[in-house]
């Protein structure tokens, strides 16, 4: 009895939520529609760029956060990700501390979405409209007098080029977004519809290049860059030492990056087993599906949670080997790490599991283990007989490799792309169940 009152009274929550939810997204696209009807009272001389991610700009330092800060130099940056009821429990001591938005120059706009979007159509329009209100609501406050740029990280946003006014459309691909065991449905189709309509397609991978081309000729691949003075101060190994290693004496394996499910937790769990004299840290925030006890039931594995950006390289330091233990299925096949040129800067041997990207271009450099036997031993490998010409030639790659050449070469073809359109492209007429 106790049971189906406590599912009564959850079900009746849940619909007071839902509906306080909807009468909240209505007054936003209210209030939107009343300010897109009127110009700002400011003078914005600056292109905006509208980023539209799912990444948190306070999350984990990646490519988005990167290019968008870069961008500012030249543009007015609005990015905006999504936040949802059911990921802050989740995400609780996940957001890390990074520069204050105005030091930036980034604009940030985080809105409270409604969940279920897979399950409940509804959810996924009123979502698309509020997102859209707010938005548009932003731009006027802030006085933009052109169509803003759509900077495109997430697909499932693609109907915003039904009811935003913009100059042009720019597509950067990090991920295979239909491989995500929360993708939805219709991905393929609304990636589909960005690799057809965006001015500029640009993919982080090599694997995401090539197959992408088969539907957008277009694509650029331009991979991730690195900020070489800051993760090469770790190389001469005279940092302040973490806290949480501290105490530790023995080599350290590291790890930094989201702990999710494209780890292979038991190629992990089979070298903290074999050598209780290691110690693996994997500092990032839990986002995996595993049991965080069974990871952590090995003494020797140390979990910090996300490390702020400006530390990383103190973690380094004392890494003696770094490693990228990913497992290989369709998500991973696509993926170009961007700790890979990280870990190299600093000097700290590498060993990663075959991604296919790692393989072909740091073949000779980067120390490749497809099984946990040979992780385990590439790994001690490195510990008992250092690779120095691999070391340095990872060195010089990532020297060569700056994020700021790499963002200025996209901001002169987004210059070409822009400059194509005279006029802004105008949304085609949505109805209110489209938007």
Same mark, same amino acid.
């Given at each position: 009895m106790k049971s189906f009152a406590a599912k009564v009274w959850f079900l009746l929550r849940l619909l007071a939520f839902s509906s306080a939810a909807v009468a909240y997204a209505a007054w936003v696209r209210l209030i939107g529609r009343r300010h897109s009807a009127s110009k700002g009272t400011t003078d914005e001389s600056r292109t905006a760029i509208v980023f539209i991610s799912t990444h948190p700009f306070a999350g984990l330092w990646q490519r988005p956060q990167q290019i968008a800060v870069r961008l500012a130099k030249s543009y007015s940056i609005l990015y905006f990700w999504p936040r949802y009821a059911s990921d802050l429990a989740r995400r609780r001591g996940n957001s890390q501390q990074v520069e204050p938005e105005s030091a930036l120059s980034v604009r940030l706009v985080s809105p409270l979405l409604l969940p279920f979007e897979r399950a409940i159509p509804a959810a996924c329009r009123t979502n698309l409209g509020t997102v859209k209100s707010i938005i548009s609501h932003r731009l006027w406050a802030e006085g933009f007098a052109t169509a803003p740029i759509l900077w495109f990280y997430a697909p499932r946003f693609a109907p915003l080029l039904d009811s935003l006014e913009h100059s042009a459309v720019v597509y950067d691909i990090m991920d295979e977004h239909s491989a995500f065991s929360f993708a939805r449905?219709?991905?393929?189709?609304?990636?589909?519809?960005?690799?057809?309509?965006?001015? @500029?397609?640009?993919?982080g991978t090599n694997t995401l290049a090539e197959r992408k081309r088969e539907f957008a000729p277009q694509v650029r691949y @331009?991979?991730?860059?690195?900020? /070489?003075?800051? /993760?090469?101060?770790?190389?001469?190994?005279?940092l302040h030492v973490p806290p949480v290693l501290s105490g530790v004496s023995g080599p350290v394996i590291g790890?930094?990056?989201?702990?999710?499910?494209?780890?292979? /937790?038991?190629? @992990?769990?089979?070298?903290?087993?074999?050598?209780?004299d290691w110690t693996i840290l994997l500092a990032g925030p839990w986002l995996a599906t595993k049991s965080r006890a069974e990871v952590q039931s090995q003494p020797n594995i140390l979990m910090p949670g996300l490390v702020p950006y400006a530390e990383l390289p103190a973690y380094l330091a004392r890494f003696d080997v770094a490693v990228l233990p990913f497992v290989l299925n369709e998500l991973t096949m696509h993926i170009h790490p961007t700790k890979v040129l990280e870990y190299l800067a600093s000097r700290t041997p590498v060993v990663s599991t075959p991604i296919p990207d790692v393989v072909k271009f740091y073949s000779g450099i980067v120390k490749i283990a497809s099984t946990p036997d040979e992780f385990i031993a590439a790994v001690e490998n490195l510990l008992n007989t250092p690779d120095a010409d691999a070391v340095e030639r990872g060195y010089q790659m990532a020297r060569a490799s700056s994020w700021d050449a790499l963002v200025e070469?996209?901001?002169v073809d987004l210059e070409k792309a822009v400059g194509k359109h005279k006029t802004p492209k105008e949304p085609r007429p949505a109805t209110d169940a489209q938007v």
């Open positions: 449905r219709d991905m393929r189709e609304l990636e589909a519809r960005l690799l057809r309509d965006a001015d @500029l397609v640009f993919a @331009l991979p991730c860059g690195v900020e /070489f003075e800051h /993760f090469s101060a770790a190389a001469a190994k005279n790890y930094f990056g989201a702990v999710d499910d494209r780890l292979d /937790f038991d190629m @992990l769990l089979a070298a903290a087993m074999r050598h209780p070469s996209m901001r």
